[in-house]
């Protein structure tokens, strides 16, 4: 997926969460498997 041309996620989430709850998992799940890290309330890539 190719966020920064605007591709949108939908997510089926279950009754129990949030929908605060889905966007920290996911924004956990993206920074993990792209490797990015919240730094100084920017998102940077570390190589």
Known sequence: MDFVTGEVMLVHKPLTWTSFQV???LRHH???KNGFKKYQGRTCRHT
């Open 30 to 32: 993206l920074k993990k």
């Open 23 to 25: 966007v920290n998992k």
